[in-house]
Each structure stands twice: as C-alpha cells, then as structure tokens.
C-alpha cells in the first residue's frame, strides 16, 4: 500500500501494524478516529506530511526481512549486529507495547481478565530482557570483541572476571529459555495472537506488536544461542590464556 496524504490513519494501521507506533508517537488516535486522512491530522497537529509519510515508511521496512548469510561473520560483526538490531529493537518496542498493554487492559481488562496475566508477563519480561541485555552489552560481548582483536593480532588475552565464556554462555542460555517458556504462555493466553471478534484497532495492534516481538526475540536467541556463543567458544579454546 502506498501511502498519501489522503490515505486514512485506520487503513494504514490495518494494513501494516508497525506504523501505530508512528502515529502514538505523536498521540494520533488511529482507533475511534480511524477516518482521518494524514492531510487531515498533519493540519492539526502541526506535522509535516512528508516527514510522517517518511516515518511511516521507514516502520514498514524491517530490517528483519533481509537474509544474510551469518554464520559466515566473524563474532565481532555478530556482536555489533545483534546490539544494533536486535538489542535496539527491543528497547525500542518496549515502551510502546507496554504503553498497549495497560490501554487494553483497562479497557477491556474486566470482560477478558487473561490481558492482566499477559500484562504480568510482558512487564517481567521487559525487566528481565533489559537486565540481560546490559550484561551482555557491558561484560560478554566487549570481551568477544577483544578476543577477536587478540586472535587477529596474535596476541594473548586475559581472562575476563567471569571465568570463561562457556559458563557465561550456560547463564545466558538459562535467560533465553526463560523468555521462551514466557512467550509460550502469551502465546497461548492469546489463541495464538488473535483477537477477540469485534476487536478494536487498539486490541489487533497490540496482539500484532506482542506476535512480532515474539518473533524478533526467537531470531535474536537462535543467532546467540546457535552461532554466536558457539563461534565466541571454539575462539576461547583457540587461545593460550594470561594468568
């Protein structure tokens, strides 16, 4: 769907959810007044039309859908991706879909109880995965990247504060299965992210944003836990340690 300046707000919601984060930021209702045109709203809010529709394009175009062959990077170029993707993705939806989440829940919390549950989940898990996410940011990965730079330099290194990176890739793993066990349960409290009949936009687009960050995290854990942590260990054995 191209979109113009007479394209309706719902009617780019519905055709790709992505964008609803565009419109919260600048707090354009794109559920009860679903029938504006971004002509229309732009006039309102003071925003320029192609600086919307610019934003609105870039939502649309992720990153996600390109295939690279990453088993052939080297671990510093996976670090480096895994931060800038993967890591960024999620600091960057979860503020939005908790900000979802605690609008449908209060809306419609009462007549279906499972969203407090699925609220629960999600804010444990945004703790947990932030929590994760600085340790391998501050600790694991700048120590892959100095390995990395030791091995193509052909230099020793020192052993880093947390014994080894197969024991620091077993916790990891620990954490990883955790969001996964968590995710299952959301999956399952919401019938595999559908909506109830006669859902509001609010509702499909929150189901939607959970069903994507399921599927961003489950390709964020398959390349750490299948081809980075492997790589980064095989790396480790190669190297004669300082003491």
């Not at 719902?10 to 055709?15: H, K, S």
């Not at 934003?55 to 990453?70: G, M, V």
């Not at 990965?141 to 052993?159: C, H, V």
Request: glycine share 4%.
């Amino acid at each position: 769907m191209e979109i113009t300046s007479k394209s309706t707000i719902g009617e780019i919601v519905a055709n790709d959810f992505r964008t609803a984060a565009v419109f919260s930021k600048y707090s354009i209702d794109f559920c009860c007044k679903g029938h504006r045109t971004i002509a229309e709203v732009c006039k309102k809010r003071d925003i320029t039309e192609n600086i919307l529709m610019q934003q609105l394009q870039i939502a649309k175009e992720s990153p996600a859908n390109q295939s690279f062959d990453y088993k052939s990077w080297p671990v510093d170029l996976l670090t480096d991706y895994i931060e800038k993707t993967h890591h960024r993705y999620v600091e960057e939806k979860t503020p939005v879909l908790l900000q979802f989440l605690n609008k449908v829940c209060r809306v419609h919390g009462e007549i279906h109880p499972e969203l407090h549950e699925i609220n629960t989940i999600f804010n444990a898990s945004a703790s947990d995965l932030a929590a994760h996410m600085k340790k391998e940011e501050t600790e694991l990965f700048p120590f892959i990247r100095e390995m990395k730079k030791a091995k193509d330099k052909g230099l020793s290194f020192q052993t880093p504060v947390f014994g080894s990176i197969e024991n620091q890739v077993l916790l990891m793993k620990e954490d990883h299965l955790g969001e996964g066990q968590r995710f299952k349960k959301i999956a399952a409290l919401t019938n595999d992210y559908t909506p109830p009949a006669g859902a509001c936009n609010t509702y499909k687009v929150t189901f939607s944003m959970l069903q994507e960050f399921e599927s961003n995290l489950y390709k964020h854990i398959h390349m750490e836990n299948n081809i980075l942590f492997p790589k980064a260990i095989k790396l480790e054995k190669n190297f004669k340690r300082v003491f």
